[in-house]
């Protein structure tokens, strides 16, 4: 078991120890000797590589409980286990489905918002972390989640090519409260204020994750409460650009602060006050989406986002060009 930790920790892999009871594992401070389950992540497609280089240090897996999510392994010769997670490569807050419409041929380009310089990347490399979360849990985001944003865009951006003249969105409340909670839980400051604020948070070994913060956050929490989502559209011939957590705030029409999620170069959700689309109702008729079509309001919502991000300590993604003019301010 010792010479398994020490492999772990040569390869910068974090483990814990403990029992697997009824099915269930179970991490203890103090683990019961000879009968050990060591737990650590590891990618599913290596884990034959994994099992051969165990092998050379004199440590043998042999296959107890295989499923699509973990493994179970017995250690030949010894009451011990290892219980592997299988993880992945993680967005740790925007995923690669939104990331891949602000590439530049091919490259992401950011705002380092501390030296207020355009970095490149890549959508699939940007922002990521082996293991930050569970290939299930990358699976669920992917569903209940990340599909939301690809429905939106794949239904709007018809629309703003001038390709149908009409477009429904059907429950974008409840979408856009989803996406709300989304920008929440994958953001680690907001796990680390609640882990900080929360008592229950603290006499839990490691606090909450970003996997306990969404099954809670499913339970009918209101998130926009007060706010009404609102399709923007990008008539101009630039960009709008987004943040990494997501959500900015906003000032439109002389000053009604509101929200945004930038999708899309050409589409955006604003999360406006109800009262304001009460009256944006009244003023507009049968015009349900905000649009912006002059390159000067284009430009001063992007400032105010890059403002926004600047106070955060946020980054600004978006096309190379609308970048650089934002830096050039």
Known sequence: MDELKKFLIEKGIKYDIGIIDSGQYHKLSEPIENEQVIRFMWKKCSINKLIEMLKTKGIKLKASELGKYTGLYDIDGTNNKVFIIYGVDSHIQLPMCLLKNFRTKERLYYINIAKNEIIN?????????FGYYSLFFEEYMSNHYEQIIVDLINTVMPFINHEIRKITIINLNDKINKLFLMALFRNPKYVEEINKKSIFAQIIDGGYNSEFLALIGEEKINFIKGYTPVPLVNDTSKG??????????????NGIECMVMTLHPKFAIALVPNHYFKRMIEEQDKKTYLQIDKGEELLRMNKQIYYNAKYNRDEVIGLKSDLEDLISL
């Open 240 to 253: 709008m650009v987004t943040v990494r957590s997501l959500v900015s705030n906003l000032k439109i029409d």
């Open 121 to 129: 990347s890549s959508a699939r490399n940007y922002n990521t972390k």
